[in-house]
T-cell receptor
Framework: NAGVTQTPKFRVLKTGQSMTLLCAQDMNHEYMYWYRQDPGMGLRLIHYSVGEGTTAKGEVPDGYNVSRLKKQNFLLGLESAAPSQTSVYFC????????????????FGEGSRLTVL | GDSVTQMEGPVTLSEEAFLTINCTYTATGYPSLFWYVQYPGEGLQLLLKATKADDKGSNKGFEATYRKETTSFHLEKGSVQVSDSAVYFCALSVTGGFKTIFGAGTRLFVKA
């Protein structure tokens, strides 16, 4: 029962390098999200997607790009990593209920810890 | 805008003590309210939820009641265990919206 899977789980980058975090969900959920978690700040929304081929900015989108070419995958890219992007990144997904509206319950991956030197 | 405020931690309790973690919210619509728990090294998982005023969510001995008049959703447990040590997040999701808003999290330590 995979649920939401994130890869890689750990990564160390040098300033200016690029990388992509991959999120895959096998629950056929419409909505997918990328959050970052920093001490004392809870979870902050980076970008989200309400369906295949769609993306939207969240609370802290600068320095990140995303793509959702397939319904089950949501990619988070860092084009030029900065030390301020050192964080733990969480992907999450949610579904629509019988009413067709988003249920609000999020299913999370285990996180990807990124360190930028 | 919508927001969630929860009590700062860490909270340190002895086993079998009573737990309360306060959570208040502001929202423009009629939100659903959630408590998520994060165990060390893991992602968040849903602990309980309530979708309308006066609803009580409960799970694993934890409870929270949706209080519209005080815009609160406080988490309680009558007798905590060492295994309850984790970070607890209060969150809201406005009906029909696309986003979930999280509080800053409260770390709980339970001593044997």
């Amino acid at each position: 029962n995979a649920g939401v899977t994130q890869t890689p789980k750990f990564r160390v980058l040098k300033t200016g390098q690029s990388m992509t975090l991959l999120c895959a969900q096998d629950m056929n959920h419409e909505y997918m999200y990328w959050y970052r978690q920093d001490p004392g700040m809870g979870l902050r929304l980076i970008h989200y997607s309400v369906g295949e081929g769609t993306t939207a900015k969240g609370e802290v989108p600068d320095g990140y790009n995303v793509s959702r070419l397939k319904k089950q995958n949501f990619l988070l890219g860092l084009e030029s990593a900065a030390p301020s992007q050192t964080s733990v990144y969480f992907c999450a997904s949610s579904s629509t209920g019988t009413s067709g509206r988003r249920t609000g319950e999020l299913f999370f991956g285990e996180g990807s810890r990124l360190t930028v030197l | 805008g919508d927001s969630v405020t929860q009590m700062e931690g860490p909270v340190t309790l002895s086993e079998e003590a009573f737990l309360t973690i306060n959570c208040t919210y502001t929202a423009t619509g009629y939100p659903s309210l959630f408590w998520y728990v994060q165990y060390p090294g893991e992602g968040l998982q849903l602990l309980l939820k309530a979708t309308k005023a006066d609803d009580k969510g409960s799970n694993k001995g934890f409870e929270a009641t949706y209080r519209k008049e005080t815009t609160s959703f406080h988490l309680e447990k009558g007798s905590v265990q060492v295994s309850d040590s984790a970070v607890y997040f209060c969150a809201l999701s406005v009906t029909g919206g696309f986003k979930t808003i999280f509080g800053a999290g409260t770390r709980l330590f339970v001593k044997a």
